[in-house]
């Protein structure tokens, strides 16, 4: 491998990383990312490791050695300081991540996302060491123009929708709306680094993905994940899509978000990791504000996608309404609208997203039907046991 050069142009070391939650959507494709492009070691941590078993088998991959699995669950497991001790560098992915969960399991998330983290925060800053957490877009909770009369004309003024790393505000909905969950302790643990860095020294950066989307993200219900389960949107599109089923439109799919390909996003980390002089002490929003659709739109241009990747024809009325109530129970509550601002991120490392929506979902989808479309037909065939 030539030798890697960083930002300034000094040469990259290779270091060790102890990424947790490193069989998850975004761990699998940093993992991949990391052994293909550059000499890292990763010490992997997850309960699972279906989505890295590719990295993980033959012992003759060219990256054998580089890659390490442990099974474990942070909540209980002596050996997380010893595995944070070996790194130069953790980077923390672990978390209940799924809004399906925030409502119906409240504690679980805040569990996960905030009590569960603490040690983690605890073992790098006693021993000094890096640490790149995730966080999400969805601490800024809801926009400030949300609040102003349906009609006003300053909706359309980006000072009241784009969201700023260092000045928007992060606006939730009551207690009782319980979506807020995972934001709130996603607020707290931010919180908490922020304060390591501050009064002890603690070297951070925080990343708030904005609907990062691509292969392998969540599991397709029924196939592999549980049958009732309900993944983030594109899983759920894409298992209505797979089943020949209307896309479900939660409130009318009015809410507004921005993608961005896995692969695009990976970058980014991947800079972050190598440049710590550039992102120590920062928070990122990492995604794509060319990628702005309504869900509705999301929907439309799935359909059309993958009539177009696996050949079929799609439904007379590919999409249905459905109340947020009855999709994801009492205490739902949305987001309206996800501009990430990209000052910061461009500032320091020079990163600027690349693929389109379209782009993005053909090679995706295209994925999901290689994928998923044979287990699916098999199971549609298969009488269901009485
Ligand atoms: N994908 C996105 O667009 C997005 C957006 C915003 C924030 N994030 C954040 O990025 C991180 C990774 O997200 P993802 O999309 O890869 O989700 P994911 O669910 O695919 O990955 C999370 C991984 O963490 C593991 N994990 C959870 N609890 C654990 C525990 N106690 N011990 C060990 N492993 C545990 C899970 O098994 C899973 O493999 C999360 O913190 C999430 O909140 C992701
Ligand atoms: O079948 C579906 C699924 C979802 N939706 C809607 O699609 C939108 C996007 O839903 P997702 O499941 O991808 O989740 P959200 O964008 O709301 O939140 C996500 O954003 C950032 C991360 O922190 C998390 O991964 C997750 O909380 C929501 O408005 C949701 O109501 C549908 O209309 N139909």
């Given at each position: 491998?030539?030798?890697?050069?960083?930002?300034?142009g000094?040469?990259?070391?290779?270091?060790?990383?102890?990424?947790?939650?490193?069989?998850?959507?975004?761990?699998?494709?940093?993992?991949?990312?990391?052994?293909?492009?550059?000499?890292?070691?990763?010490?992997?941590?997850?309960?699972?490791?279906?989505?890295?078993?590719?990295?993980?088998?033959?012992?003759?991959?060219?990256?054998?050695g580089r890659i390490?699995?442990?099974?474990?669950n942070?909540?209980?497991?002596?050996?997380?300081?010893?595995?944070?001790?070996?790194?130069?560098?953790t980077?923390?992915?672990?978390?209940?991540?799924?809004?399906?969960?925030?409502?119906?399991?409240?504690?679980?998330?805040?569990?996960?996302n905030?009590?569960d983290?603490?040690?983690?925060?605890k073992?790098?800053?006693?021993?000094?060491?890096?640490?790149?957490?995730?966080?999400?877009?969805?601490?800024?909770?809801?926009?400030?123009?949300?609040?102003?009369?349906?009609?006003?004309?300053?909706r359309?003024?980006?000072?009241?929708?784009?969201?700023?790393?260092?000045?928007?505000?992060?606006?939730?909905?009551?207690?009782?709306?319980?979506?807020?969950?995972?934001?709130?302790?996603?607020?707290?643990?931010?919180?908490?680094?922020y304060?390591?860095?501050a009064?002890?020294?603690?070297?951070?950066?925080?990343?708030?993905?904005?609907?990062?989307?691509?292969?392998?993200?969540?599991?397709?219900?029924?196939?592999?994940?549980?049958?009732?389960?309900?993944?983030?949107?594109?899983?759920?599109?894409?298992?209505?899509?797979?089943?020949?089923?209307?896309?479900?439109?939660?409130?009318?799919?009015?809410?507004?978000?921005?993608?961005?390909?896995?692969?695009?996003?990976?970058?980014?980390?991947?800079?972050?990791?190598?440049?710590?002089?550039?992102?120590?002490?920062?928070?990122?929003?990492?995604?794509?504000?060319?990628?702005?659709?309504?869900?509705?739109?999301l929907?439309?241009?799935?359909?059309?996608?993958?009539a177009?990747?696996?050949?079929?024809?799609?439904?007379?009325?590919?999409?249905?309404?459905i109340?947020?109530?009855e999709?994801?129970?009492?205490g739902?509550?949305?987001?309206?609208?996800?501009?990430?601002?990209?000052?910061?991120?461009n500032?320091?490392?020079?990163?600027?997203?690349?693929?389109?929506?379209?782009?993005?979902?053909?090679s995706?989808?295209?994925?999901?039907?290689?994928?998923y479309?044979?287990?699916?037909?098999?199971?549609?065939?298969?009488?269901?046991?009485?």
């Amino acid at each position: 491998m030539a030798t890697r050069t960083d930002l300034d142009g000094r040469p990259i070391k290779p270091i060790t990383i102890c990424m947790i939650g490193a069989g998850g959507f975004i761990g699998s494709h940093l993992c991949e990312k990391l052994m293909s492009e550059t000499p890292h070691k990763v010490l992997a941590l997850d309960v699972y490791n279906d989505k890295i078993k590719h990295l993980l088998e033959p012992d003759s991959l060219p990256w054998a050695g580089r890659i390490q699995f442990h099974r474990l669950n942070i909540k209980h497991d002596s050996r997380l300081e010893g595995l944070i001790k070996m790194a130069d560098l953790t980077i923390n992915l672990a978390a209940i991540c799924t809004p399906a969960d925030y409502n119906t399991r409240p504690l679980d998330t805040i569990y996960s996302n905030f009590i569960d983290a603490l040690p983690v925060v605890k073992y790098c800053s006693e021993n000094n060491k890096r640490l790149i957490h995730f966080s999400t877009c969805e601490v800024y909770g809801k926009t400030i123009g949300s609040f102003l009369p349906k009609d006003s004309p300053l909706r359309q003024d980006p000072a009241y929708y784009v969201l700023k790393e260092d000045t928007s505000p992060c606006i939730f909905g009551s207690i009782e709306k319980q979506r807020w969950s995972y934001a709130c302790a996603k607020q707290l643990i931010e919180r908490l680094i922020y304060a390591e860095g501050a009064e002890n020294g603690l070297e951070f950066t925080i990343v708030r993905p904005f609907n990062w989307i691509g292969p392998r993200m969540d599991f397709i219900p029924g196939i592999d994940g549980p049958s009732e389960g309900v993944p983030r949107v594109l899983a759920c599109f894409s298992n209505n899509l797979l089943r020949h089923e209307p896309l479900k439109l939660v409130d009318g799919g009015q809410s507004q978000r921005t993608f961005v390909y896995i692969k695009d996003a990976i970058e980014a980390v991947l800079l972050m990791i190598e440049n710590p002089d550039r992102a120590n002490g920062h928070i990122f929003n990492v995604g794509n504000p060319n990628n702005e659709v309504t869900v509705r739109q999301l929907a439309e241009m799935m359909t059309k996608v993958y009539a177009k990747v696996s050949g079929e024809p799609s439904l007379d009325s590919p999409t249905v309404d459905i109340s947020s109530k009855e999709f994801y129970g009492e205490g739902y509550d949305d987001s309206d609208k996800r501009i990430p601002d990209m000052t910061i991120i461009n500032k320091q490392l020079g990163w600027n997203p690349k693929t389109s929506l379209w782009d993005l979902l053909e090679s995706t989808l295209t994925y999901q039907h290689r994928t998923y479309a044979e287990a699916i037909k098999k199971s549609i065939a298969k009488p269901t046991a009485s």
